[in-house]
């Protein structure tokens, strides 16, 4: 079946590295791929998303390309900030078989000052 | 105030007791659903409602019950409460014209003791 994979955390980086969150997927068809980010004490809420193959999606300096080939959407930001601190979920979703959206386990960033 | 609604927000519970969540979203979707978090196991889908009359089971419907009472309003019932369901629950919406994205409530705290 469907199936979302991302890295264990959590993730601790310094201010201002260079940040890279994994996420490898497994669907049938032509999912639309996510990352939704959970602030402390929060829902969740989308970051980014991406539709069809090649696409890049983007926000708050965060970056994900949707990888066909190797099933891959990983989430990079060049410059992290403390404020980035959160649990990151990759995402997909597919009409195929009918709607659904399978989530990842979360990955937890921490970023130190 | 929030688009989608939860109350209450933290309720601690008695095992064998019923205990029901509410959820209300004035984003006027059609598409409600309602999640379990659980550390290291990212969210899970206990049942989704794509309109009023329509009421389906996700992957974990088991101890759970769901009534929507109107396109707005979708609850979440335990009818007899057991410490395993001890957990974060989401309310969501989404609608056919969000591109498949999800809006989350801010979350519902339960302990069952």
């Known amino acids: 079946g469907d199936s979302v994979t991302q890295m264990e955390g959590p993730v601790t980086l310094s201010e201002e590295a260079f940040l890279t969150i994994n996420c490898t997927y497994t669907?049938?068809?032509?999912?639309?791929l996510f990352w939704y980010v959970q602030y402390p004490g929060e829902g969740l809420q989308l970051l980014l998303k991406?539709?069809?193959?090649?696409d890049k999606g983007s926000n708050k300096g965060f970056e994900a390309t949707y990888r066909k080939e190797t099933t891959s959407f990983h989430l990079e930001k060049g410059s992290v900030q403390v404020s980035d601190s959160a649990v990151y979920f990759c995402?997909?979703?597919?009409?195929?078989?009918?709607?659904?959206?399978?989530f990842g386990a979360g990955t937890r960033l921490f970023v130190k000052a | 105030d929030a688009d989608v609604t939860q109350t209450p927000r933290n309720r601690i519970t008695k095992t064998g007791k019923r205990i029901m969540l509410e959820c209300s979203q004035t984003?006027?979707?059609?598409?409600m659903y309602w999640y379990r978090q659980d550390p290291g196991l990212g969210l899970r889908l206990i049942y989704y409602?794509?309109?009023?009359?329509?009421?389906n089971k996700g992957e974990i419907s088991d101890g759970y019950s769901v009534s929507r009472q109107a396109q707005a309003k979708f609850s979440l019932s335990l009818e007899s409460a057991i410490p395993n369901q001890t957990a974060l629950y989401f309310c969501?919406?989404?609608?056919?014209?969000?591109?498949?994205?999800?809006?989350f409530g801010e979350g519902s705290w339960l302990t069952v003791v």
């Open positions: 969501a919406t989404s609608d056919i014209n969000s591109g498949n994205t999800i809006y």
């Open positions: 409602s794509f309109d009023v009359k329509d009421i």
């Open positions: 984003k006027g979707h059609d598409r």
């Open positions: 669907a049938t068809g032509y999912p639309s």
């Open positions: 995402a997909l979703s597919t009409n195929t078989g009918g709607f659904k959206t399978i």
């Open positions: 991406a539709t069809k193959a090649d």
